[in-house]
């Protein structure tokens, strides 16, 4: 059996997380930034060292080919290598990184697969920086264009188009060009889940709904000390409004219904001023598409309430908007089979974060392994799995991708 090297793999791992990294343990490497750039030459660099073919296409994906005894479509495994701002070290680099640690035990064991296997870093998974999130894969898989992903600007007005140009990776390959025969992707849980339960491996069935809206409320500014409460048109108290509905309403629909208002601004931002401006995110996720679109018509509807109330205007604008996803179940079973073989306990269970395995569905038969998040911490620099389920995790994904590689 091939034997992937955790140490190895740990050492990669700690070495991509001093690029961009931040006090506690973290690393911070938003989409396309300075940070990004160094973290992808990086890896680049160790793709090269380990013979893979370099492919870059035009939305800045980067995909490494180890070439097979036939030629024709690769077994892919990857991830993404962008952070948010409180990044921790393992969320999508873990699997790019382990990907290349199957690549370097294959090369050490002089094994060449009947097919070609590749290892790929998606652009801007994380969605932090630009919307929507899984950007990179998403034009991967044609569910974006190119044009519009383009024209995505953060906050600074910089558009993703032009960062993809100034970093240096707006590549020649068409996006999607090279169609996998099948796509696995290894991953950290983020959540609760497999910690709680101690079970050393998820076998991933699929990735719950999201949806991502900005809303932008104008008010009226006013003096704090002077304006009675009847004559307030204040965009901060929508927003704060919202954010409490929000949190009440996911409680009470119950099962998977997760709400969160995560970025918000207020203007003028002063202590004793009505705030007349204020823009904030509501991100609702679940696995039932029914029932997330049961949360998005509650949640406008509580704004349009409180705006007749508070006589402020209201515009909203979709950031992202992707359904549940289920993945290949005869994929999704040889996940588990390849746990059992290693005697490791493992469990069914859904994705509640978003990764680039949901946008690889579309184009073929794709699957997820998580490992354990401690504590269930994650887009926390405090983000952390024990180097033994790491290595775990490492190994199945290796045992699977020579198997895949291999078949007829
Ligand atoms: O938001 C997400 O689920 C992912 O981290 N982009
Ligand atoms: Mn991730
Ligand atoms: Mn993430």
Redesign the pocket.
Known sequence: MLKIDGNRLMGALDALAAVGAIDGGGCARLALGDDDKAGRDLVVGWMKTLGLEIRVDAIGNVIGLRAGREAGPPVMTGSHIDT?RTGGRY?GNYGVLAGLEVVRALNEANIVTRHPIAVAFFTN???ARFQP??MGSLVYAGGLGLNEAYAATDRDGRSVGDELRRIGYLGPMKPGAIRPRAFVELHIE?GPILDEEKVQLGVVEGVQG?SWTEYTVTGVSNHAGTTPMRLRRDAGYLAASTNVFVRALARQMGGDQVGTVGALALRPNLINVVPNQAVFTV?LRNTVEERLQIAEARVAEHIAQVAEEERVAVESRVLARFEPVAFDKALVDRVEAQAEALGLSHRRMPS????DAQMMQRLCPTAMIFVPSVGGLS?NVKEHTWPEDLAAGAQVLANLLVELADEA
């Open positions: 948010v969320d998974e994380e969605g999130d899984m983020q999201i991100d509640g974060a978003g990764h887009h």
